[in-house]
């Protein structure tokens, strides 16, 4: 079973990557200190068990539970007993280890997770999602219609009574607001994370802090739009 370790504490991670070194099923791919280097890495590998602290700063275990979609088993660990019972409110999360772990208890966990099934729910191909990516979008500037492709426009930013709309070739001014073009813009790969700002998240390279990479933009993520832009990604 393919796995990785999600941790804040160097020495935590140590320890749970030693029991797995012992374990000839699990084969640790990778480890992070953070849930949001983790998350964009899941978008990008199929896992089959995930060792997850819930107490991280910034965004917690139970953040990233909430945040992944189809995913695969997930172990809780923790020094905090009182998580015990709120874990278990999630289907993917099949065990609980407490800190400090040890071989007898990690063993149990591991013939647990063998004896159940690791199959994971295919996502289907999304056919509105194509079809929205060949559409068109017109916008009128100096009395010209010009058309724009959907999928080229990487992000918008409100400027007043103006809007900047920057496709992969080139970059438009058009007297309208935010909330205008957001009604014309098509969900499954558009989202406001921010009061300024829509992106074409399909187009996102990389994310820190609180900001997103899209080609050498760095656009800001408001606190309030963050879950639902990770949830987004985990589409992908």
Not at 3 to 32: G, H, M, W, Y
Not at 51 to 60: A, C, K, N
């Amino acid at each position: 079973m393919n796995c990785i370790i999600i941790d804040d504490e160097l020495s935590a991670r140590a320890i749970v990557k030693q029991l797995c070194a012992n374990t000839p099923e699990l084969d640790v791919i990778q480890e992070f200190d953070n849930a949001i280097e983790a998350i964009k890495f899941l978008n990008q590998q199929d896992i089959d068990l995930i060792f997850l602290d819930i107490h991280m700063p910034g965004f917690t275990g139970i953040d990233l539970v909430e945040t992944i979609k189809n995913p695969p088993k997930i172990v809780m660990t923790t020094s905090d007993t009182d998580f015990a019972i709120a874990a278990y409110e999630y289907e993917a999360i099949v065990d609980y280890l407490v800190k400090p772990i040890t071989a007898e208890r990690f063993t149990k966990c591991i013939q647990k997770i063998k004896a159940s099934s690791f199959k994971r729910p295919v996502l289907t191909h999304n056919k509105e999602a194509s079809i929205d990516n060949d559409r068109d979008l017109y916008i009128n500037i100096d009395r010209r219609l010009i058309k724009l492709k959907l999928a080229e426009i990487l992000m918008v930013e409100a400027k007043g009574d103006y809007i900047d709309i920057k496709t992969i070739n080139q970059n438009y001014r058009v007297h309208t607001t935010l909330k205008k073009i957001k009604e014309k813009l098509p969900e499954n790969i558009f989202l406001q994370i921010h009061r300024s700002f829509i992106i074409n998240f399909t187009k996102i390279i990389d994310i820190e802090d609180n900001s997103v990479l899209i080609e050498k933009s760095v656009i800001p993520i408001s606190r309030s739009n963050r879950p639902e832009l990770m949830r987004r990604l985990n589409l992908l």
